[in-house]
């Protein structure tokens, strides 16, 4: 009796004194050996970026970007996509913007885009960029995957899609008093 006390109360104090994140996991594929080259989490918001190991911030052939906002009721796709659009256009005015696909569940709602730039610009951090967005409750989750290319091949995006797409949501504890 005594042991089944003990264990309710080490489970109850996870509840209590732990918090719960909900994180969203893309299994990169290994043939690009990632390395972390940015990493910053706060209460709002977490962004990592993710180049090949051999490779450096100034010198990548292919770069993931993954930011989370917490906190972010929204519940229309195309509100976001054309956020998401707009930005573009106006960072990178000679990038083209196409959605791919696109589901919007209630407040489940996803889409996947590509945004590739014929004419690359100083100002461009990268060539071409496929973007996969999802809501999950009140958190927004942004992949990105940019290749310094001038457009996205087929086979490209239907590799990253799949990626992208089997992602899987779970939850994360951690001790609120450190």
Same mark, same amino acid.
Request: a negative charge.
């Given at each position: 009796m005594?042991?089944?006390v003990f264990?309710?109360?080490v489970? #109850?104090?996870?509840? #209590?004194f732990? $918090?719960?994140k909900?994180?969203?996991?893309v *299994?990169?594929?290994k043939?690009?050996?990632?390395k972390?080259?940015?990493?910053y989490?706060s209460?709002?918001? +977490?962004f @990592?970026?993710f180049?090949p190991? *051999?490779?450096?911030e100034?010198n990548?052939?292919?770069?993931c970007s993954s930011?989370?906002?917490r906190?972010?009721p929204?519940s229309?796709?195309?509100?976001?996509?054309?956020h998401?659009? *707009? *930005?573009?256009s106006k $960072?990178?005015? %000679?990038?083209?913007?196409?959605?791919l696909e696109k589901?919007n569940e209630?407040?489940n #709602?996803?889409?996947?885009?590509? @945004?590739?730039n014929?004419?690359?610009?100083?100002?461009?951090e990268s +060539? %071409?960029v496929?973007l996969y @967005?999802?809501q999950k409750e009140n958190t927004?989750? $942004?992949v990105m995957i940019?290749?310094?290319?001038?457009?996205?091949?087929?086979?490209f995006? !239907?590799k990253?899609?799949?990626?992208?797409r089997?992602?899987?949501f #779970?939850y994360?504890?951690?001790d !609120?008093?450190q």
């Open positions: 005594k042991k089944l264990l309710c109360l489970l #109850f104090s996870g509840m #209590f732990g $918090q719960k909900e994180v969203l996991k *299994n990169l594929p043939e690009y050996e990632w972390v080259v940015h990493n989490e209460d709002k918001t +977490d @990592i970026i180049i190991k *051999n490779e450096n100034n990548w052939t292919i770069r930011m989370i906002f906190n972010t929204l229309n796709v195309d509100f976001i996509i054309k998401y659009e *707009n *930005n573009f $960072q990178i005015p %000679s990038a083209k913007f196409t959605l589901s209630e407040k #709602f996803w889409f996947i885009s590509k @945004i590739e014929p004419s690359p610009s100083l100002e461009a +060539d %071409s496929l @967005i999802i927004l989750y $942004q940019a290749v310094k290319e001038k457009s996205l091949s087929e086979e995006v !239907k990253w899609s799949k990626v992208f089997s992602g899987e #779970f994360e504890y951690s !609120k008093t």
